[in-house]
């Protein structure tokens, strides 16, 4: 016998006016106490009532991701950030998770030092020098990665990661085929997820991922157009995601919140 403990389908991607493709994930309990998870997307074509299995547009289960992120004088937020994947990893035992920082010459702390003290099994430190470039920072990431076949998720420092996102992440982002770039929660002044107020953020993709070989065919970050600044830099590479002809995954994701915090003194400011 088996128990159905979870069953998700979700309406997930119109590629064009035939073809309706979802993702299923199926979470099945055995008298045995065995337990199995299986997660795959199928598409519904038009006139049909079956559902069928899709061809080449597939998550890879075992995908390495590399969380980057680009800071200057962001000493609080780093050592959250840190804190926030180790207790992530110590929930879900996944390690194939390496944190990668591009630091602008912070004085505030020594992030190398800061990333050298924590339990963090994978982690890389890139030091940038002259005035702070989020697009610049995040293509420093981008050109560390050599693994085309490893997905590059763009993080934001001030963020509550939940201990399933990554994993969620791999699954929503298809080699060749589709970018990942959730929403988050932009919690109100005050407010943190113990009472959480706010709204969803629906006009950013400063979340974004895609796997290495992705990223090299779309151009990366434009650091020429986009230099000692940010904002603008993140919807550029949407925009051109979209010119190559991927889809991208949007979705709320649950506990997924983005801090309020002052922009004054931020950076080169």
């Given at each position: 016998d088996v128990c159905?403990?979870?069953?998700?389908?979700?309406?997930?991607l119109?590629?064009?006016v035939c073809v309706v493709h979802f993702f299923s994930s199926l979470h099945l309990i055995f008298d045995s106490d065995v337990t199995t998870h299986t997660s795959e997307y199928v598409y519904l074509a038009q006139g049909s009532t079956h559902l069928c299995h899709t061809i080449n547009f597939e998550w890879k289960h075992y995908?390495?991701?590399?969380?980057?992120?680009?800071?200057?004088?962001?000493?609080?937020?780093?050592?959250?950030?840190?804190?926030n994947i180790e207790h992530n990893q110590g929930v879900t035992k996944d390690f194939s998770v390496e944190l990668v920082i591009v630091d602008y010459e912070?004085?505030?702390?020594?992030?190398?030092?800061?990333?050298?003290?924590?339990?963090?099994?994978?982690?890389?430190?890139?030091?940038?020098?002259?005035?702070?470039?989020?697009a610049g920072g995040l293509?420093?990431?981008?050109?560390?990665?050599?693994?085309?076949?490893?997905?590059?998720l763009a993080m934001d420092m001030h963020l509550a990661i939940p201990p399933g996102f990554v994993n969620y992440a791999r699954k929503h982002v298809v080699q060749g085929k589709?970018?990942?770039?959730?929403?988050?929660?932009?919690?109100?002044?005050?407010y943190t997820e113990v009472n959480p107020q706010g709204y969803w953020e629906p006009y950013t993709f400063g979340i974004f991922g895609m796997y290495k070989?992705?990223?090299?065919?779309?151009?990366?970050?434009?650091?020429?157009?986009?230099?000692?600044?940010?904002?603008?830099?993140?919807?550029?590479v949407a925009d051109r995601t979209l010119e190559h002809g991927y889809e991208i995954f949007r979705i709320r994701y649950p506990g997924f919140l983005h801090y309020y915090h002052s922009r004054k003194g931020l950076w080169n400011s």
């Open positions: 159905v403990v979870h069953f998700f389908s979700s309406l997930h119109i590629f064009d995908a390495y991701v590399y969380l980057v992120v680009t800071l200057k004088n962001l000493g609080l937020w780093t050592k959250h950030l840190i804190h912070s004085s505030d702390l020594n992030v190398e030092e800061e990333l050298s003290k924590s339990s963090l099994p994978k982690w890389h430190y890139i030091r940038k020098t002259g005035p702070f470039s989020r293509q420093a990431a981008l050109d560390y990665v050599t693994d085309p076949n490893s997905i590059v589709m970018a990942f770039a959730p929403m988050f929660f932009r919690l109100n002044k005050g070989s992705d990223w090299d065919t779309v151009g990366g970050y434009n650091t020429t157009h986009y230099t000692n600044e940010w904002g603008g830099e993140d919807v550029d």
